[in-house]
């Protein structure tokens, strides 16, 4: 191991890399070989997604040249895949080093003779889904690293679709990039292509077109137009689009966290931009207790992922996780659907496998077809794209916090949910209502799901050991019960196959294969658990349920369920 990595860092201090690049790899050389370990031990691997990682120098980075060389890996496919003249679009978010990078993607492409639609400044994510498909693009390019700490960056690969890559065309990519094995292969500057710059006008197509697939409730809206929103973007892309979406919406007191206006990489207010987790709110959370709004709404850097606290009758922000989340806002658009008389049965929605099972329980009462897939919503794309023209998508969404409506965008969108969140809010106030009694009468009609997320990291090489360590060992000696209940089904998604322990049959899984092994108890608990594929991470998930009726305890019953999954909780991950 040594010999390699020093080997790969010598060949840095060759000509085809520049100066500073080489003072700084002789200074880690001298001062940090631990460092120089990690920048240099393997090649950041470009994955099924594309790259995330580290910034600054080395073969395990994200810098000039491994942005370079994938480019190239990804200029050739697109060369071998489609007849020219090639497109691509290109964004990218508000990291250190986020504009640099993109106009290297920009002018290797251009030196492989692409049109490439360029954005003059930062944008979020979903938007440059919605710029593929608006300009037919081969490619897109979006350089984030969504949620990560401020070290990393990332460059995700959109397809012509609209959509994060999927097989084939994810291994079709990877085998391009894994031929370029050197920045001499890389085509820099050169070439007959052209940049055209983006800006206004494509947000306001944009808007535009997503707002089109809401505003379902514009009496409400009306009615409740000066409600108290508070929306902070933490720094990144949100500040452009969501203020605007949601005055385009009609709402007039959106109230700003203003140091979290600023754009920033190094995301100064906060230790992680991630609206998953309660401190990025905190901020948000005190500007609501000061101007008394009803509601808070946060964005990761790119915003395709959105964070959400509402007023309870006490006057308490309570935060709602991203299950609850889905919920809400897939109960309002079913709801108004069927008030609209839309559903004529060829609608669905979709959600992924680790994402709670009461939204297949509404779906199933509305008449509309439910899929679930793997997680990550290129899946979930991937089903629109299928069911293009035939069948009709509503909307779609995973528990980890992204959500999407319509066809527009084949992406989590945090700025459609964002002014989708609001309006539910106003539907609900039109009624004397609150989000929290609206999750609690879904409760009543179609059962009481509670579920918990846990994550654990695990970093460095020895980290990524123990990863694959506990996911053979829940293979090898799978539970046999969890919580004195049998465990009925196991679901291998590696594998592709679920197997019945009751009759000890075995069934295919039709999804494709994911490291994914999932759990079901006679008692309809859940377990699942699988790594991360863009952190450090192993992740676990946790659902229980109950039937309730009208006159029965809810706070007694939520305690009881919250019981359940801590004893699951401790039960799974105390025993990998």
Request: charged content about 25%; some cysteine.
């Amino acid at each position: 191991m040594e010999r390699i990595y020093v080997e790969r860092a010598t060949d840095w201090l060759g000509p085809s890399y520049d100066e500073t690049t080489q003072a700084e790899v002789r200074r880690l050389m001298e001062e940090d070989p631990v460092m120089l370990e990690d920048a240099f031990y393997k090649n950041l691997e470009f994955g099924t997604g594309g790259l995330r990682g580290v910034m600054g120098v080395g073969t395990n980075r994200m810098n000039r040249y491994t942005i370079g060389m994938v480019t190239q890996g990804l200029a050739e496919y697109v060369k071998k895949t489609y007849e020219g003249p090639h497109k691509a679009a290109i964004a990218y978010d508000c990291r250190n080093n986020s504009p640099e990078f993109a106009r290297i993607v920009a002018d290797v492409l251009v030196a492989n003779d692409f049109t490439v639609y360029l954005y003059d400044a930062l944008r979020p994510t979903p938007q440059l889904s919605f710029t593929v498909r608006h300009f037919a693009c081969h490619v897109g390019v979006v350089i984030t690293a969504s949620h990560n700490p401020k070290e990393y960056n990332g460059y995700k690969v959109y397809g012509n679709d609209g959509a994060q890559v999927v097989p084939p065309h994810d291994r079709m990519i990877i085998e391009e990039v894994r031929k370029i094995l050197t920045p001499e292969q890389v085509q820099f500057t050169g070439g007959n292509g052209e940049i055209v710059f983006l800006g206004e006008e494509m947000d306001r197509m944009y808007l535009d077109a997503i707002l089109g697939l809401i505003n379902l409730s514009p009496k409400a809206i009306e009615k409740h137009a000066d409600m108290k929103i508070v929306y902070t973007p933490l720094h990144g892309t949100g500040v452009r689009l969501i203020p605007a979406a949601l005055q385009q919406m009609g709402f007039t007191n959106v109230i700003h966290v203003p140091e979290q206006d600023v754009t920033d990489g190094n995301f100064p207010t906060v230790d992680s931009p991630n609206p998953e987790e309660p401190a990025a709110l905190k901020m948000a959370l005190d500007k609501a207790a000061e101007t008394e709004a009803s509601l808070v709404m946060a964005t990761d850097p790119d915003s395709d992922r959105m964070g959400v606290a509402v007023r309870d009758k006490k006057g308490n922000m309570v935060l709602l996780n991203g299950n609850q989340i889905a919920v809400l806002l897939t109960y309002y658009m079913l709801e108004k659907w069927r008030e609209k008389k839309k559903i004529k049965g060829r609608e669905y929605i979709v959600k992924t496998i680790v994402t709670t099972d009461l939204i297949q329980v509404m779906a199933r009462q509305y008449g509309v077809t439910c899929y679930n897939v793997l997680t990550g919503f290129k899946y979930i794309a991937e089903v629109i794209k299928e069911h293009e023209g035939v069948k009709t998508f509503i909307c779609g969404g995973e528990e980890s916090y992204g959500f999407n409506v319509g066809e527009h965008v084949r992406d989590k969108d945090a700025v459609v949910s964002c002014a989708l969140m609001a309006e539910t809010t106003c539907w609900a106030a039109d009624q004397g209502k609150d989000l929290l009694d609206v999750l609690r009468e879904i409760t009543v009609r179609f059962g009481f799901f509670k579920e918990k997320t846990v994550s654990v990291t695990l970093k460095g090489i020895d980290g990524m050991k123990q990863i694959a360590a506990t996911m053979n060992q829940l293979r090898e000696q799978p539970p046999t019960q969890l919580m004195g209940s049998p465990v009925v089904l196991v679901h291998d998604y590696l594998k592709g196959e679920t197997i019945d322990t009751v009759s000890d049959l075995r069934y295919t899984i039709q999804l494709p294969k994911s490291n994914v092994i999932q759990f079901i108890t006679a008692s309809n608990a859940v377990a699942s658990v699988r790594p991360s594929g863009t952190e450090p991470k192993i992740k676990y998930y946790f659902g229980v349920r109950q039937q309730l009726e009208m006159n029965d305890d809810w706070e007694e019953a939520d305690a009881k369920l919250e019981e359940q999954l801590s004893a699951l909780e401790k039960e799974v991950v105390g025993s990998t």
